[in-house]
């Protein structure tokens, strides 16, 4: 329920705590003192749109706190648990602030909250309903919602919606198969050609640098090895040094025969005539593996250059090339096995459309069900509210199966006829404001006895009607407050009889600073006497106005 409203700087409104209480609970007060003020306040504390009009003039920012307490095993907790909400026992207060320059924040138990979130959970709080609401009872596209919930089929509902995912989930998969099928099937001969001439040539990752570095190798040492065949040719023929060493030496020891003194010069020479040989058998090996087919460099170049003509082709670098194949055989793979997949989802997605529609077929028969219930408890209300020629009904429309979607198979609305053989149409298009408001409250008298909604709202609900209506009417919301806390903002004697608290809303001007401002003043049983005898006998009350009071509190 509704704890307490505390309201700062909301247009007439200085500063207001409301502590209420469970039950009927009527505000009522003079046109124009600020009644629908209050309820502004309230709706922008529960998620409603905010303006900066709102914020009473001279200050800079207004705001509103509610405090509500409901029992642990209400469906409010597991929303708070799945938005990580802190839960501070059964409390739950509302906090939405307001800048003179439109800017808005919302906080629930002092967490920061979007302003969406606190919507969703202000509409598990409180139920507002006016005779020009075009919300909750009113709006055709919550009917389904509100029968949904009259009904008490959630399990239902949720299996339609899961049967309608999965179904949606693999109309995705064939949707995306399928395109990658006929992708694959467009493209097959260009794939086959593609992937066979670079199977044919077997690229090898790093093969391009080894390739590129042999080429290079064979090229400079075609030119060196002429250049060393050269020094070797010039080491050995007739006179080269090799050869003029030898000779040398022959002479020196025909020269010296045993003359030591030579013996130095000729140790010498035989050194320099040794490691000669030994650059020369060193050189003429280096010279023979620098030897090669120019075949050899040929073929090399012809291998590099292919590699990089198909890098070419596929606009990547040699080294992808083994991607590239790895692509085509996926592609080609898919060819040959994405049919498969098409047909096994196809099949698959038979099967899911039978249990959608035997969940669809299920909850239809659950909502005719509930419907007929319905529509015979809220034709029951009608009549001692004065509205005895009055039908209401609940039109389920079937839809075609093509429409058929995760809220089911039909659409739904309440429909009412204010007269006999008067065509049914729209609550808000057939009804006049008084019948309006009668209507609304015989459904929520009726809806009532399922809610979890723990505060519901009338303002002016009364409006249009009076004497024995009004008083069916106060009747009604005295039996709605055994199900939930209602407020009813009235101008209603009848009505306000029935209340068990009743608070006065005035205006009134401030002594210091002076400017008129709006108040709310809870009233005891005396001073109720006197606001319903206001009601009734209008600027000047009477003592017959007084005993009309009397008498209508006693009933």
């Not at 003039?57 to 706190?65: E, Y």
């Not at 199977?199 to 060196?224: F, H, T, V, Y």
């Not at 608070?503 to 005396?526: A, P, Q, R």
């Amino acid at each position: 329920m509704l704890n307490s409203l505390t309201i700062n700087n909301i247009i007439l409104i200085d500063r207001i705590h409301i502590e209420f209480e469970d039950g009927l609970c009527v505000l009522s007060g003079e046109t124009g003192a600020g009644k629908s003020i209050l309820m502004d306040s309230l709706g922008l504390a529960v998620g409603a749109r905010s303006g900066k009009e709102l914020v009473r003039h001279g200050t800079d920012q207004a705001s509103v706190i509610a405090d509500f307490s409901l029992p642990d095993d209400h469906n409010i907790w597991s929303f708070f648990e799945a938005n990580s909400l802190t839960k501070d026992g059964g409390q739950i207060i509302l906090r939405r602030s307001l800048t003179e320059d439109g800017r808005s924040r919302a906080f629930v138990n002092d967490q920061p909250v979007s302003i969406g979130l606190l919507r969703e959970i202000g509409d598990m709080l409180v139920e507002i309903h006016g005779q020009h609401d075009e919300r909750g009872l009113l709006n055709a596209s919550g009917h389904r919602k509100i029968l949904d919930d009259y009904g008490q089929y959630d399990d239902l509902v949720t299996t339609v919606r899961k049967t309608y995912s999965h179904l949606i989930n693999l109309q995705k998969q064939l949707s995306q198969e399928t395109v990658k099928l006929i992708a694959a099937q467009a493209d097959e001969d260009y794939i086959r050609y593609n992937l066979k001439e670079l199977m044919e040539l077997s690229p090898q990752e790093g093969e391009e640098n080894i390739l590129a570095d042999q080429r290079s190798k064979m090229m400079q040492g075609e030119q060196m090895s002429g250049d060393l065949s050269d020094v070797l040719t010039s080491l050995l023929d007739r006179n080269g040094v090799d050869a003029t060493l030898r000779s040398l030496i022959r002479r020196l020891s025909r020269i010296g025969g045993e003359n030591v003194l030579l013996e130095p010069v000729t140790s010498a020479l035989d050194r320099a005539a040794e490691e000669t040989s030994n650059a020369i058998a060193i050189l003429e090996q280096t010279v023979r593996d620098m030897e090669f087919s120019p075949h050899d460099l040929e073929n090399a170049e012809e291998r590099l250059f292919a590699l990089r003509a198909a890098a070419r082709k596929h606009h990547c670098l040699v080294d992808d090339l083994s991607n590239i194949i790895s692509n085509f055989e996926q592609k080609l793979h898919d060819l040959e096995y994405g049919d498969e997949e098409v047909k096994r989802l196809r099949r698959e997605i038979k099967a899911a459309e039978e249990k959608f529609h035997m969940a669809v077929d299920c909850l239809s028969r659950a909502r005719i069900k509930a419907a007929v219930e319905l529509d015979k408890l809220v034709n029951l209300e009608l009549p001692p509210l004065k509205m005895e020629k009055a039908k209401f009904k609940t039109e389920i429309m079937t839809l075609d199966r093509a429409e058929w979607g995760a809220e089911g198979g039909e659409r739904i609305e309440f429909q009412i006829s204010t007269n006999p053989g008067a065509p049914f149409g729209g609550l808000i298009k057939v009804a006049s404001g008084g019948e309006l408001s009668r209507f609304i409250l015989a459904l929520k008298v009726v809806l009532s006895q399922k809610t979890t909604v723990p505060t519901l709202i009338f303002d002016e609900i009364d409006r249009g009607v009076g004497g024995a209506v009004a008083d069916a009417v106060g009747e009604r919301l005295k039996r709605l407050a055994t199900e939930a806390q209602v407020l009813v903002i009235t101008h209603s004697p009848q009505v306000a009889a029935r209340a068990a608290y009743h608070w006065l809303i005035e205006k009134s001007e401030k002594i210091s600073g002076g400017g008129v401002f709006t108040n709310i003043t809870s009233l005891d049983d005396h001073h109720r006497k006197e606001e319903i005898a206001r009601m009734l006998a209008g600027a000047e009350i009477t003592d017959e106005a007084r005993a009309a009071a009397a008498i209508l509190m006693q009933d």
